[in-house]
């Protein structure tokens, strides 16, 4: 063990020494990361800018609303689209006429414009089987203000359309039933204000429970930002890269025939090379502390629980530092380390998912992912950084741990085959 830490430190020193390979490897991940960070929205994260919705709410038919509505349909309709939920990604205006609101599209001042039509409240309050259309007017260029701005109107129309379906089917078998139909069209026409309206209040029959997953110890999972995910897979990319570079002394030392003089010393292979693994780790772990600290200060990034994202950090290192060894090990010279591995590592982010992040559970694509190791390491840390724990990403620290050992004993055969 003493020869393994004696070698390491030997390489640490001339790894530290050499300031411009230091300054690439610490700095320049760091770097990068920021302008990525910054390219997807900067320490608030990813966000889009409100989109300007006209309305021109037309509907004036009070007499048609049952009279403890106390509004129009279309009142219901506007309410919903300038409700405090929505402010962040809706910024709604009034206008008087349709061909008003229309104009402001047209003059680039809102992306949409929305028209709530005149009869609106006498059709859906009324007992026949009138129709009539809500009108989306949209510059095509703001595809994504007219896509949330669809989508709501088209979710209020939802419930508008069942309520009506529900009082027709009612009104139908009252009638059936040998009940007067004036007072049965009253009823529904009430029947309909009340869904609507406790639909549009969020206190209907049926609602819709929105729950984050649940961890395997029973805490909910956090949300994870954008640029949370980006940092996590470039991190582990750049460590990767990073215990390449390390490694490649390796070479310097066998293109200068120190590397070949070590091996016939009294010292198995597998600890010469077993210190050469240490001082990669060592290097590389460093890097991923940086990293970590980086992301931390600088974008506010919560990495999760300090016990399992140190883990990963140090799981993160040893696999980076098995597979650098492994790289060098089929190689002769560094311009080969250069090329071969940067094809290696780049396959295995496009695999693993480094510039996607973990795809969804049970995909084909999830699948593949875990052919990897960066792939395992990107769910670890996805399931770290949404609140998980040690037991959680227990799976992924021996599957990768795996990895690192088979790494390193292909290493080992290699390079003892090479110095035979």
């Not at 009340?194 to 609602?207: H, I, K, P």
Request: with cysteine; proline share 4%.
């Amino acid at each position: 063990m003493s020869r393994i830490f004696a070698i390491a430190a030997k390489d640490l020193r001339s790894t530290f020494r050499n300031l411009p390979a230091l300054t690439m490897m610490l700095a320049a991940p760091l770097a990068l990361s920021a302008l990525l960070g910054l390219a997807f929205g900067g320490a608030g994260g990813f966000s889009i800018t409100a989109a300007k919705v006209t309305l021109a709410n037309l509907d004036r038919s009070t007499a048609a609303a049952p009279a403890e509505h106390g509004g129009t349909a279309g009142d219901l309709v506007a309410g919903v689209l300038q409700a405090p939920d929505l402010k962040d990604v809706l910024a709604v205006n009034t206008a008087a006429t349709a061909e008003a609101a229309r104009q402001k599209v047209d003059d680039g001042e809102a992306a949409v414009a929305v028209v709530i039509p005149a009869d609106f409240s006498r059709v859906v309050y009324g007992a026949s089987a009138e129709t009539t259309e809500v009108e989306l007017y949209r510059n095509p260029t703001h595809s994504v203000g007219g896509a949330v701005t669809e989508s709501v109107v088209s979710q209020a129309l939802l419930v508008f359309n069942g309520a009506r379906a529900a009082a027709a089917a009612a009104q139908g078998l009252a009638v059936a039933d040998g009940r007067e139909a004036g007072e049965v069209a009253a009823a529904a026409q009430r029947g309909v204000a009340t869904f609507v309206r406790d639909a549009e209040r969020g206190s209907a029959g049926l609602a819709l429970d929105q729950r984050p997953p649940q961890l395997a110890d029973g805490e909910k999972s956090e949300d994870v930002g954008i640029i949370g995910g980006v940092l996590a897979g470039m991190m582990v990319l750049f460590m990767l890269f990073g215990a390449s570079g390390v490694a490649q002394t390796i070479l310097t030392e066998d293109q200068d025939g120190t590397l070949a003089r070590l091996f016939t010393t009294p010292s198995p292979r597998r600890v010469i090379i077993g210190g050469k693994f240490v001082s990669t780790f060592a290097t590389v772990l460093a890097q991923g502390i940086l990293l970590v600290i980086g992301g931390l200060v600088f974008f506010g990034i919560d990495w999760g629980a300090p016990a399992p994202a140190a883990l990963l950090v140090l799981v993160t290192a040893a696999v980076a530092a098995g597979l650098a060894l492994l790289v060098i090990s089929l190689v002769r010279t560094p311009g080969q380390a250069g090329a071969i591995g940067s094809g290696v590592y780049l396959v295995l982010a496009l695999v693993g998912g480094n510039f996607t992040g973990p795809a969804q559970a049970g995909s084909t694509y999830a699948i593949v992912q875990r052919l990897t190791p960066n792939g395992w390491l990107l769910e670890g840390w996805n399931t770290t950084m949404r609140g998980g724990g040690v037991a959680d990403i227990v799976p992924v620290l021996l599957v990768t741990l795996a990895f690192c050992a088979v790494f390193f004993a292909l290493a080992v055969w290699r390079f003892r085959r090479r110095f035979a």
